[in-house]
């Protein structure tokens, strides 16, 4: 049960941290490595939060709307002049990443810093204590999946937004706003970012680098899901379980390794990763 649940909560938080990424390169085509700084500034909320000595559930939407007015702001006035250069625009996110990353350091210093979990304690699944606020990161990514695949597949957003997925020139062809699209698109993805942020902060230490290593992971889970939610889940869950049982069975930092590797065997074998169709 424990080998179970661990497999869960991995799999719930790989999918928490890499749908925000997910959300931008399926509408974009663009990679944000600035993914990781904006996980970091999420993570920094949590510890202001903590800091305040308030509900360290506010840390949450307010983590959520920083995020959307930091995502406003740079699809405004850095992406929104590279669409048409997707390599600069990709070396303009990770020039972003680090003057946010400095920002950070220069406000909250290098060290470590630790942030209060909103739901301390545990919960007896069949006879065993867990940690409560795991389970919880469990239930966090099934709504979230949920609510992004019926926004993405069940409303008119989602409709234009895979228009343009498709075929862009078309799109605005037949009157849609694709930059309206792309706009909202970044901000959401953005927000999703600085939320995951905070939501894994409580897991662990923060520092200003924590976001580097759940970029690199973001990054190879997106290469392997194509631009499904759902396939993202489904990826998240393979691999996860992949890492789990490495690390549980050999060292954490080769599990670490783990999905990096894999993923690249997977795209060796199926270009298209486990993308539908």
């Known amino acids: 049960m424990a080998l179970l649940l661990d497999w869960l909560s991995t799999a719930g938080i790989l999918f928490i941290i890499a749908s925000g990424l997910l959300m931008i390169f399926g509408v974009m085509k663009i990679i944000n490595f600035a993914h990781g700084a904006l996980l970091t500034l999420g993570g920094y909320t949590a510890y202001v939060v903590t800091q305040l000595d308030v509900a360290p559930w506010l840390s949450w939407p307010l983590a959520f709307v920083t995020g959307i007015a930091v995502g406003m702001l740079i699809e405004f006035f850095i992406m929104r002049p590279l669409y048409k250069r997707p390599l600069d625009a990709i070396l303009a996110t990770w020039g972003l990443s680090i003057i946010i990353g400095q920002l950070i350091i220069m406000t909250f210093g290098r060290e470590v810093k630790f942030a209060d979990t909103p739901l301390p304690g545990t919960w007896s699944v069949a006879g065993m204590d867990y940690s409560a606020y795991r389970l919880l990161l469990i ?11 019926a926004l993405l597949s069940g409303t008119r957003f989602g409709v234009k937004t895979r228009a343009v997925i498709m075929n862009e020139h078309l799109a605005s062809a037949l009157g849609i706003n694709a930059g309206r699209i792309r706009f909202i698109t970044f901000s959401l ?20 680098a924590m976001g580097i290593p759940w970029l690199v992971t973001a990054f190879m889970l997106v290469m392997v899901s194509g631009h ?6 489904v990826t998240c869950v393979v691999l996860g379980a992949c890492q789990m049982l490495v690390s549980t069975y050999t060292t954490p930092v080769i599990g670490g390794l783990s999905i990096a590797v894999l993923s690249a065997l997977i795209l060796r074998i199926r270009p298209k990763g486990f993308a539908y169709g």
């Open 139 to 149: 239930l966090v990514a099934v709504v979230l999946c949920a609510a992004l695949t």
């Open 189 to 208: 993805g953005a927000g999703l970012g600085t939320l995951a942020g905070t939501l894994i902060t409580p897991l662990s230490s923060l520092d200003p």
């Open 228 to 233: 499904s939610m759902l396939s993202l889940m």
